[in-house]
């Protein structure tokens, strides 16, 4: 069993940053592919980014390109996402989650540990 356990979320400005931080339970971090997804009210999950498993390969969703970044410290268990430039349709709850096939890229279904999530609010 992984246990995921997203902070640093919060209340920002528009065009200010946060960072995520997950970390995770269990010896084999190492070996697992991240991802970042996000979930806004009355709105379906969506990939933010992923990283695989040697961090040698992310993935961004399209809005997110140039503005954030996905990391891995195997060595904490810990994945990052640096979030800048921030606006207010970033607002979501987001939420870490572990691939055992060592990269999930943007497919919810290839994830198979979540963690509870994390609220991000961008005002205006």
């Known amino acids: 069993q992984v246990q995921l356990v997203e902070s640093g979320g919060g209340l920002v400005q528009a065009g200010g940053s946060l960072r995520l931080s997950c970390t995770a339970s269990?010896?084999?971090?190492?070996?697992?592919?991240m991802g970042w997804f996000r979930q806004a009210p009355g709105k379906e999950r969506d990939v933010v980014a992923a990283?695989?498993?040697?961090?040698?390969?992310?993935y961004l969703a399209g809005s997110e390109k140039g503005r954030f970044t996905i990391s891995k410290d195997n060595d904490k268990n810990t994945v990052y996402l640096q979030m800048n430039s921030l606006k207010p349709e970033d607002t979501a709850v987001y939420y870490c989650?572990?691939?055992?096939?060592?990269?999930?890229?943007?497919?919810?279904?290839?994830?198979?540990?979540w963690g509870q999530g994390t609220q991000v609010t961008v005002s205006s």
């Open positions: 990283i695989s498993w040697s961090g040698g390969n992310t």
């Open positions: 989650a572990a691939s055992l096939r060592g990269y999930g890229g943007a497919y919810t279904n290839w994830y198979d540990y």
């Open positions: 269990g010896r084999t971090f190492s070996s697992y592919g």
